[in-house]
């Protein structure tokens, strides 16, 4: 049940060893696989992508890297935020298909202290 835990806690268990940031993915896509369906929340779950970083945050937590305050933590983002080379709608069919080259300021932000955008919401 790790869902029902906090950031802090999960991040602990990260940090701990106790668990790998891949891990912890691999329990959030079950997770959204299972309630998505109902609340149909998610506008845009790129998993390969998803998996590509939190293998590279596995492999520093492995080399004893300094780790980032939101290390391996996932992260949903209201689908009004531009997010790299992950499908941004604005909530509209016109950008249906519209895939920002740059994060936003704060996206950057997330990502540069390990947390993982896991997707976008509406």
Same mark, same amino acid.
């Given at each position: ?43 845009? !779950? ?23 305050? !939101?290390?391996? !933590? ?49």
């Amino acid at each position: 049940m790790l869902h029902k835990l906090s950031a802090w806690e999960l991040r602990r268990l990260l940090g701990a060893k106790r668990i790998s940031p891949t891990e912890l993915m691999r329990h959030y896509q079950a997770r959204i696989a299972d309630i998505n369906p109902t609340l149909n929340a998610f506008v845009t !779950l790129d998993w390969d992508r998803v998996f590509d970083e939190t293998k590279k945050l596995d492999q520093s937590i492995v080399n004893g890297e300094r780790l980032g305050i !939101l290390h391996g !933590l996932p992260i949903a983002v209201k689908d009004l935020t531009r997010t790299r080379n992950m499908r941004t709608t604005f909530g509209s069919s016109l950008f249906a298909n519209h895939v920002p080259e740059h994060d936003e300021i704060r996206i950057a932000a997330i990502r540069s202290h390990g947390g993982v955008i896991l997707s976008t919401f509406d």
